[in-house]
């Protein structure tokens, strides 16, 4: 079978990096849970019945950025941040059918290293949560055009590597997450240009009871095919848009400043571009993004937040593990 690398990111491009400046400390504060730009290549679309695979690789190297990072608190000078992810995604496409809408399900698990420089000196590695979509429902082929919209709800369970006292001495985290996710789509003429909007609302950490604000992400991808080839610019944005709740008892316990220890607002920007080749039975791709990144606290008399800012190489390889038989073909019938 021919494989449709295209058809198939429109389901394959979920990856987790969930590392955090909190994990340095080994406290609680802001961490987005899927790694921005994750949707980057992902469309509205969706690929045929059958059970999907994908691996997914990337590496991040940058800095802590934010109004600490340049005063002797860190002897003014740049704090180097580190990570590698590999990721391994099932996508299952039953052929269902809702209000018109073809549905699928995935479930991905990724496991993580990362290392912040001196003077944290912090190196961790493990198992990151498991992330479940259980549903998605995509509308293709709008009206007779190539414009198409998709829908879904993910989460992750926190079944990861957790360790120290507030549970973030590692990289896992130990609260949920639940993630609706909302793409719209042009695939006409070779082209995908797609929107893919996705939101973070966290539960309270489990030992600590303190809240992560909302994190809203917006993925871009501006791509062509021709032939096995596909290219073309991608972006994203990712920020904090509520503040971080830490109520008075066990949460300031663990953070006597409550949330004005910790960014209460984030934003980053990235620009860059892919590229992918279709091999037929599977499909692989790489992009590259720049980031330019802030991080802030408006309530702090001292604003000690941060983030990390940095370059992203992340690499997807595609495949289907089995598709349905094709039915028989219709006898002939001679008179």
């Known amino acids: 079978m021919k494989f449709n690398f295209i058809a198939l990111l429109a389901a394959a491009g979920v990856a987790t990096f969930a590392f955090s400046p909190a994990h340095a400390y080994d406290q609680n504060g802001q961490s987005a849970q899927t790694k921005p730009g994750s949707l980057i290549g992902a469309s509205a679309g969706m690929p045929p019945p059958g059970i999907y ?12 950025v ?14 180097g941040v580190q990570a590698a992810v ?14 018109g809408a073809t549905y699928d399900a995935l479930i991905v698990q990724p496991f993580e290293m990362a290392s912040f420089g001196h003077p944290f000196d912090v190196q961790v590695a493990g198992v990151f949560n498991t992330y479940f979509v259980p549903i998605e429902l995509s509308w293709t082929k709008i009206g007779g055009t190539g414009f198409a919209i998709k829908t879904g709800f993910g989460f992750y369970a926190p079944t990861g590597t957790s360790q120290g006292p507030t549970g973030q001495g590692n990289v896992a985290s130990p609260y949920w997450v639940y993630q ?15 929107a893919y909007l ?28 021709i032939g096995k080839w596909t290219f073309g610019p991608v ?18 316990a663990f953070n006597p400043l409550g949330t004005l220890g910790n960014a209460q607002r984030f934003q980053k920007w990235a620009a860059g571009g892919l590229i992918e080749y279709n091999f037929g039975p599977a499909s692989a791709s790489v992009w590259v993004t720049q980031e330019w990144s802030k ?6 008399v001292v604003d000690t937040s941060f983030i990390p800012g940095g370059m992203t190489v992340f690499a997807t390889l595609s495949y289907a593990l089995w598709n349905p ?11």
Not at 53 to 64: A, K, P, R, V
Not at 198 to 208: K, L, M
Not at 295 to 300: D, F, K, P
């Open 198 to 225: 996705y939101y973070e609302i966290s539960t309270a950490n489990r030992f600590t009871n303190y809240t992560n604000g909302d994190i809203f992400h917006a993925d871009f991808t501006a791509t062509y095919t």
């Open 66 to 79: 934010g109004p600490i990072v340049d005063t002797p608190a860190v002897n003014g000078r740049k704090v």
């Open 325 to 335: 038989p094709a039915p028989p073909a219709a006898p002939m019938i001679h008179k």
């Open 86 to 99: 590999d990721v391994q995604g099932f996508i299952f496409v039953p052929g269902w059918t809702f209000l």
């Open 53 to 64: 695979m994908f691996n997914q690789i990337f590496t991040f190297q940058g800095n802590l």
């Open 235 to 252: 972006g994203y944005f990712v920020g904090q848009v509520t503040d971080d709740k830490c109520p008075i008892g066990i949460c300031t």
């Open 180 to 194: 609706p996710e909302l793409a719209f789509s042009y695939l006409g003429g070779g082209w995908n240009l797609t």
């Open 295 to 300: 991080a802030s606290n408006s309530a702090a």
